[in-house]
């Protein structure tokens, strides 16, 4: 059986009756590729920047980049020093239940499990759109987008029924590749245009509340832009490097590793996304052309000056690691569903055989199959309602965006939450100092409400006139109440289950 500690958490570690994941299985290396590699770094670029330049800020989405920097680090100070105390595979779930109660807890649980399977059906549209589109270019034909999503969703199970280190070994190659590539780009524009292109400006994070005026640029008609957009996209492009602490049960020394792991991965990509953000936009010969290429050809935004600044060889190279990164990061995201459905599992709040690890691989395999079906079936009933025939506008403008609006307004509400729960648990527990205890979490609390706000307010322009896009806010309530009343209901239904919501940690 498993040993309840002296916080009242239960140290699973002990247990011999409790399916275990591979512990020890990765260092700080392997968590930083897992994770990042969910942040991917060539989708982010290839994928937001567009969105954020053409109908969002223009030529100040560097600065929404470097706000975003600052925003998330002061978030990482207190996340990490949470990460410090507990270990275990909840992330968000875990900490907010010990720190905000069960029932605020198991809406949490519910939440991120939610976050993350809309996050890899997400990735399966941009994978589908681009996929599309290279197949169109080389072998003339016309793939549909759901084919290519579906297949996504099958290779990536294939791949995480295997061990962790698998997925770490994999998705590394795909980072290191996507980083070498997009520094080749920046590096093109720079001896391109000797730096007569590069604006400080651009860097001024007061002006990212600054949208594209309304204008013609030759023949393209360009509409008013909306701030919240080149902010949303800025924080979008961050999503994945959170899931650290869902590791922490399979790496060597968690409460060292996570910490550090949090904020090398948040500085480290808010530095590079900030630069190679910079570059994009001095890219081109001035700010209006840049905007209509944004919004008009966004998805040739990066290709077309790989193209004239590095070669032939560096657009072809660039088109394929597009689907490589969307791929490696929709199998990111999956791994971390597949954790919260296997930690939601073993605390008995969802049946018990879903946390069945492998014989040999030790991985969540059963969890696993199950988000699998989850992204499947996501990416399926956006299908069924909007069509199959139109890979940019079902495909990239919808699955692709529209999830990840839904996703990150949850991630950004368990944010804010997560925050309040740092400061709670502290207070109760005491550690830590003034800043990573207090001032941190409850400076982040703020800004990631501000953030949501600014979200909900601008869904007209992140969704357009698509329906789904309106009954984004009730979806993601509706999700967060029905984790609640879950808590209530277990609470007096299985009172068992209800102690163990979020308090199974280990500490072996």
Not at 81 to 90: E, I, K, L
Not at 333 to 339: E, G, K, L, M, V
């Amino acid at each position: 059986m498993a040993i309840e500690t002296a916080r009242g958490t239960i140290d699973v570690s002990k247990s011999n009756s409790i399916n275990l994941l591979h512990s020890k299985a990765v260092g700080l290396a392997g968590v930083l590729f897992l994770a990042v590699t969910g942040a991917a770094p060539m989708s982010a670029m290839l994928g937001n920047v567009p969105f954020a330049a053409g109908y969002g800020i223009g030529k100040y989405t560097p600065a929404a980049f470097l706000m975003a920097t600052i925003v998330l680090t002061i978030f990482s100070i207190g996340y990490a020093a949470m990460a410090s105390r507990v270990s275990s595979v909840g992330g968000f779930y875990s900490f907010i239940s010990q720190g905000l109660g069960r029932e605020v807890g198991m809406s949490a649980g519910i939440g991120s499990l939610a976050c993350y399977s809309l996050f890899e059906a997400s990735l399966t549209g941009l994978f589908a759109f681009f996929g599309n589109l290279w197949l169109s270019q080389h072998f003339g034909i016309n793939v549909p987008w759901i084919v290519l999503a579906l297949a996504m969703i099958v290779v990536i199970a294939a791949l995480a029924y295997r061990d962790v280190k698998v997925s770490a070994r994999l998705l590394g190659i795909a980072l290191i590749l996507e980083v070498i590539m997009l520094v080749i780009f920046s590096l093109g524009v720079i001896f391109a245009h000797g730096g007569t292109n590069f604006s400080g400006d651009s860097l001024n994070v007061f002006k990212v509340f600054t949208p594209v005026a309304e204008q013609t640029v030759g023949t393209v008609a360009i509409p008013a832009g909306a701030a919240a957009v080149g902010i949303f996209m800025a924080f979008w492009s961050w999503v994945g490097f959170e899931m650290a602490p869902n590791y922490a049960e399979e790496s060597r020394d968690p409460k060292r590793i996570i910490p550090q792991s949090l904020l090398i991965s948040v500085i480290g990509l808010g530095l590079f996304y900030t630069f190679v953000s910079w570059c994009a936009v001095a890219a081109y010969p001035t700010e209006a052309d840049m905007v209509a290429k944004a919004f008009s050809d966004g998805v040739n935004f990066f290709l077309t000056p790989i193209q004239s600044f590095v070669g032939g060889w560096g657009y072809q190279l660039m088109s394929l690691l597009i689907l490589t990164s969307s791929f490696a990061c929709g199998m990111a995201f999956h791994n971390t569903a597949s954790r919260y459905l296997y930690s939601l599992a073993r605390e008995g709040v969802l049946p018990q055989a879903i946390a069945e690890t492998h014989d040999h691989h030790k991985s969540p395999h059963k969890a696993s199959a199950l988000q699998s079906v989850l992204a499947a079936v996501w990416v399926l009933l956006y299908g069924l309602a909007y069509g199959f025939d139109d890979p940019s506008g079902q495909a990239w403008l919808g699955v692709y965006t529209l999830f990840a609006v839904l996703g990150t307004g949850l991630l950004l509400v368990l944010q804010a939450v997560v925050s309040l729960a740092i400061y709670m648990w502290f207070k109760k527990n005491g550690g830590g100092s003034m800043l990573t205890t207090v001032i941190a979490p409850l400076i982040s609390l703020v800004v990631q409400l501000v953030l949501v706000y600014t979200l909900v307010a601008n869904l007209a322009t992140l969704g357009g006139t698509n329906g789904f896009a309106r009954s984004i806010p009730y979806v993601g309530l509706a999700i967060l109440i029905v984790g609640l009343i879950w808590g209530f209901v277990l609470k007096s239904a299985n009172p068992k289950a209800y102690e163990n919501i979020g308090h199974m940690v280990n500490e072996g």
